[in-house]
């Protein structure tokens, strides 16, 4: 079974400040994708990255950088300098070979104060 | 990716009348997806909407009260029957880029139900 852990309920941090948002993932199959969404209060779902397991070199994309790593089951997500419109809920989703339906975190509520 | 619209995108409705909301895309695609997001809680996929066949329900979901249609490869509705007040939610149509395993959203329908 396939199984997505977001711990992190919701983070607050001050404008500015460097946050990393945790995704622990589960899954037997060799073959996966994990995403993240990003969810604003407007409530569309955002797409931000796609990465499968072959793939473990990080990406960054601006202000965004994500950390993959299978030794751990971990596809961490870093903004820095963060902005109050990074404020939203962010989800990490998995998707495996074997069950080709996407498998969603609990989400984390990122506050950003100015 | 594809650009996606539903309608409507927000509806106040009484108990036991139904809603049919509507998923429009500006391409054709194969996958199509609908979604229901209760109050501070993740997704959960409610169908995959098939074209020209019958639409394929997750466990907990059934035609009667979901009914989905799906009458060409860019269009897709879902009709919320008989609702309560346990049916306000947030619901999403999505759709898979082709060979990307990667699902786009819609701006989603917020509903409530009085």
């Known amino acids: 079974a396939q199984k997505v852990t977001q711990a992190q309920t919701e983070i607050s941090v001050v404008e500015k400040e460097d946050v990393t948002l945790d995704c622990v993932y589960e899954?037997?199959?060799?073959?996966?994708?994990l995403f993240w969404y990003k969810q604003p209060p407007s409530g569309e779902l955002v797409f931000l990255i796609r990465?499968?397991?072959?793939d473990e070199q990080n990406e960054i994309s601006g202000r965004y950088s994500w950390n993959f790593q299978k030794s751990t089951s971990s596809f961490n997500f870093t903004i820095t300098a963060s902005q109050v419109v990074d404020s939203a809920v962010y989800f990490c989703?998995?998707?495996?070979?074997?069950?080709?339906?996407?498998?969603w975190g609990a989400g984390t509520k990122l506050i950003i104060k100015p | 990716s594809a650009v996606i619209s539903q309608k409507p995108s927000r509806d106040i409705c009484q108990r036991g009348t139904s809603l049919t909301i509507q998923c429009q895309v500006d391409?054709?695609?194969?996958?199509m997806f609908w979604y229901r997001q209760q109050p501070g809680q993740s997704l959960t996929l409610i169908a995959t909407?098939?074209?020209?066949?019958?639409?394929?329900?997750e466990s907990g979901f059934v035609i009667d009260k979901f009914p989905i249609s799906r009458p060409n490869l860019t269009f897709s509705t879902l009709t919320v029957s008989n609702m309560s007040p346990e049916d306000s939610s947030i619901y999403l149509c999505?759709?898979?880029?082709?060979?990307?395993?990667?699902?786009?959203f819609g701006p989603g329908t917020r509903l409530t139900v009085l």
């Open positions: 989703a998995l998707i495996a070979d074997s069950n080709y339906q996407l498998i």
């Open positions: 899954t037997r199959d060799t073959t996966y994708y």
């Open positions: 990465r499968n397991s072959f």
């Open positions: 391409s054709q695609v194969t996958m």
């Open positions: 909407a098939n074209q020209g066949s019958e639409a394929t329900y």
């Open positions: 999505s759709v898979e880029a082709a060979s990307t395993d990667t699902q786009y």
